[in-house]
């Protein structure tokens, strides 16, 4: 039987951030494993994962700063391009927010990068680490709880394999069937909607401006990539998705640009699409002795904000700091303050990504009138945008970045 301190269930961009933290605790003589469902790509040094595709994702200033302690910002930030101002804005109607990072005291807010950028930076250390115990591809195949820890039965190419863990950490995605499997019940509001997601350009250069536009169907942002693109996140009725995702290019160029109006300029390009539904789903646990779920598996948020990866991230940083506070301690390990430190943070950042698609969808409660005033306030407020945009950014409130030494 294999046996473990800390055995990470899931690849993705979630499970290789904790992966990558534990790396000193790995270097003192913890040992640490991962299973992954998906195999290694040898030309990429990343993972065949569903999840590595052409989405982008905005990583905010405290991210960037966790990913360059981690060591991996160097080889993604060509890759990332800097969000300096941003755009809020409702379709038809008056009030709008703008924000600028050097008001706020950074040079940028943050950045956007493509996850298979994002995949490759954070798998690039952890393909041929000798610290890491890597099963891909593998799937668990049974699971059950110990005076010790968990066990599982690992299906890999060389067969079943048994493995004992001190520490099961489950990172492998929205309401997680492994955490269902142990009695994990899951709180799901279904937001009816659909997230089309591409890579499109404009014949004007985007000027590091990220821009959310509120539509009586659903929010629509663009944010700034390299090479003058932008990762367009467009929300709407499930019903319309399935309409507009049949649409060839100049169909679909030409009910974008009906959409977006040419503010922006004309658009000149799109990229491949997909979509996915929209959920909001939080876990009724996210620790036990010996078990923490992480990532989607323990809360899943709409993308509005941009906020998904970058909240995940900052649980990780707890995460990993709490394992090497009570290691090597023995038995299934116990992490006390854990998630009880992360819940405000939590807390804060998933009512703001609920709360901001409700709020101007046809049908909300809040009157237009009364949004746009609030807009217009809130844009006329030097001090309230800041002390939020530094929240978002993971610079102040529970969320902060913390401090490496």
């Not at 290694?40 to 595709?53: C, K, T, V």
């Not at 050097?102 to 000798?130: C, K, M």
Request: charged fraction near 15%; include cysteine; glycine fraction near 8%.
């Amino acid at each position: 039987m294999f046996k473990s301190d800390v055995l990470i269930v899931g690849g993705g961009m979630v499970g290789a951030s904790l992966a990558l933290l534990l790396k000193p605790l790995a270097q003192q003589g913890a040992s640490i494993a991962m299973v992954e469902s998906h195999a290694i790509q040898d030309d990429h040094a990343a993972l065949s994962q569903p999840s590595f595709d052409a989405r982008t994702s905005a990583l905010s200033e405290g991210s960037a700063r966790h990913l360059q302690h981690m060591g991996v910002w160097a080889s993604l930030q060509p890759h990332a391009n800097p969000i300096e101002h941003i755009q809020v804005s409702q379709q038809g109607k008056f009030g709008r927010v703008q924000l600028h990072a050097d008001e706020t005291g950074v040079s940028q807010f943050g950045y956007v990068a493509e996850n298979r950028h994002i995949g490759q930076a954070l798998w690039q250390p952890l393909r041929d680490a000798d610290w890491l115990t890597l099963f891909a591809p593998a799937q668990v195949q049974g699971i059950s709880a110990s005076a010790e820890g968990y066990r599982l039965q690992i299906q890999t190419a060389a067969g079943v394999q048994e493995h004992h863990t001190r520490l099961l950490v489950l990172a492998d995605g929205a309401r997680s069937a492994l955490a269902r499997q142990l009695g994990v019940h899951y709180q799901n509001t279904d937001y009816r909607q659909h997230a089309l997601v591409s890579n499109i350009s404009f014949d004007r250069p985007h000027g590091h401006w990220a821009h959310e536009r509120f539509t009586a169907q659903g929010p629509m942002a663009l944010l700034p990539l390299t090479h003058n693109r932008y990762g367009l996140v467009w929300c709407m009725a499930s019903d319309r998705a399935a309409q507009v995702s049949t649409l060839d290019d100049t169909q679909f160029r030409d009910a974008l640009q009906a959409e977006l109006g040419y503010g922006l300029g004309r658009i000149n390009k799109v990229g491949q699409r997909g979509s996915y539904p929209l959920m909001l789903s939080i876990a009724s646990e996210q620790a036990r002795p010996g078990l923490v779920l992480l990532g989607n598996a323990a809360h899943s948020l709409h993308p509005v904000a941009g906020q998904g990866f970058n909240l995940s991230l900052r649980d990780c940083v707890a995460l990993a700091a709490q394992i090497s506070a009570v290691w090597p301690q023995p038995g299934a390990m116990r992490l006390p303050d854990y998630p009880v430190q992360q819940l405000a943070d939590q807390q804060f950042t998933t009512a703001i990504s609920h709360w901001l698609p409700e709020s101007f969808v046809a049908g909300s409660p809040w009157p237009s009138p009364l949004r746009s005033a609030a807009m217009t306030a809130f844009d006329l407020s030097s001090l309230s945008k800041r002390l939020f945009a530094r929240r978002a950014m993971g610079l102040s409130g529970p969320g902060k970045t913390w401090s490496w030494k």
